[in-house]
Every structure is written in C-alpha cells, then in structure tokens.
C-alpha cells in the first residue's frame, strides 16, 4: 500500500531554517508529482509547492517563493522541503502529499498524504 | 483569506442530506477541475472527491461532487456521525504561473 512518512516534530529559532523529509514506497516514486501543504493551527490547508521527482523541477506558491527549496531523491524515495527564515506565523502542520494524476485521477488531486509533521517556531 | 470561498459551517441531522458550497473564478474552478477533502480530527486530510465529481475507490456513494461555472458543491446524503469532520475544495488555478489553491474548510456538525 502507498505509504508516506514524515520525519519527527521539529522546534525552531525566529529566523532559524527547517528541513522536512517524505519518505515514499508502495509505489513507483518517479511516476508521481508530490505537493507540500501546510496548515496552521486551528486553519486550513495552503499549498506551498510541488515537485517532479525525475526532473527535480520545483514550482512554488508565490507567498513562499525565496524561502522555499524542494528537492527529490530518486535513490532514496524521498521528497524535502527546506523553508527558510522562519517566524511565528510558519508554526504549522506540514504534510507532503502525492498527486494522483499518474493513476488516472486530476492533475492537482492529492491522493495519499503523509502523516503530518509539526513544526514550531519559537523564541 | 482563501481564494476559494467555502461557508465556515454546516450542519445536519443523521440520514439528512447536506450541501456545501464552494466559490471560486474563471482561473481556478472555471477552469480547472475540482477536487475535495475530509479531514477528520486530528488526522491528514483525504481524498474525497476529484474530477469534480469522482469518487476514489472505497469513498461512499453517500458522498457527490458538482460544479457549474465558477462554483462548485459538495453533497452528503444520509448524513452519519462518522461524517462529522472538516471539508475543504480545491482547484488548480491558472494564475500567478500555476499554483494550488484551497477552500477555507467547511466545519460539519451532525447534530
């Protein structure tokens, strides 16, 4: 079964960067485009960007463009996410999640999502 | 502010049907196909609807999607406890060079 896992809750400086990674298996990981999607406590869900694991081409959300590096690990399954210059308001839930384009579904449909991971930021 | 714009709650009673609405423009919904997504407490979101009204294998038939022009709606019929959860549409939107763009969420109370 399709399965991504998150790496661990992670606690952070203003200013400080963080870096989050998405492990994938149960599928063919290089057939597949993976979104990254953050929601705030007590919000909903904004995207902040999506990558083509073969190509390693990112496009990010315009609010996070200089601040965000996605990157792919075709060896390994595993998708990053780097966000940079963290404040306050980057205290959130991120979640990685697969576009199920390549099974038949939308372009922009995410179809298995990872757990979750929380990130604080904090002085 | 959302760019897509869903009402902040509904709700209903068990075995009622209940709609929620989602707003968008010609560069999002207009264009673009709509998908939607239950989150139950505390949880990842999934995949409830995409395609603007296809369901994922093993969603219930008890939930339906539509869309006409620039407006989109999700339906839940025989409404049950279990569907007590948090609704979000979204939509690729052609502007600003690509990007994904989500509904606000819709909180659903079964009374």
């Known amino acids: 079964q399709v399965q991504l896992v998150q790496s661990g809750a992670e606690v952070k400086k203003p200013g400080a960067s963080v870096r989050i990674s998405c492990t994938a298996s149960g599928y063919v990981f290089n057939n597949f485009f993976m979104h990254w999607v953050r929601q705030s406590p007590g919000k909903g869900l904004e995207w902040m960007g999506i990558?083509?694991?073969?190509?390693?081409?990112?496009t990010y959300a315009q609010k996070f463009q200089g601040r965000v590096t996605m990157t792919a690990d075709t060896s390994t399954s595993t998708v990053s996410m780097e966000l940079s210059s963290l404040s306050s308001d980057d205290t959130a839930i991120y979640f990685c999640?697969?576009?199920?384009?390549?099974?038949?579904?939308?372009?922009?449909?995410?179809?298995?999502w990872g757990q979750g991971t929380l990130v604080t930021v904090s002085s | 502010q959302s760019v897509l714009t869903q009402p902040p709650s509904a709700s209903g009673t068990p075995g009622q049907r209940v709609t929620i609405s989602c707003s968008g423009s010609k560069s999002n919904i207009g264009t673009n196909t709509v998908n939607w997504y239950q989150q139950l407490p505390g949880t990842a979101p999934k995949l409830l609807i995409y395609?603007?009204?296809r369901r994922p294998s093993g969603v219930p038939d008890r939930f339906s999607g539509s869309k006409s022009g620039t407006s989109a709606s999700l339906a839940i019929s025989g409404l049950q406890s279990e569907d007590e959860a948090d609704y979000y549409c979204a939509a690729w939107d052609d502007s600003l060079n690509g990007r994904g763009v989500f509904g606000g969420g819709t909180k659903l109370t079964v009374l």
């Open positions: 999640a697969r576009d199920g384009a390549a099974r038949g579904y939308s372009y922009g449909s995410l179809d298995s």
């Open positions: 395609s603007d009204n």
């Open positions: 990558i083509n694991p073969i190509s390693g081409s990112p």
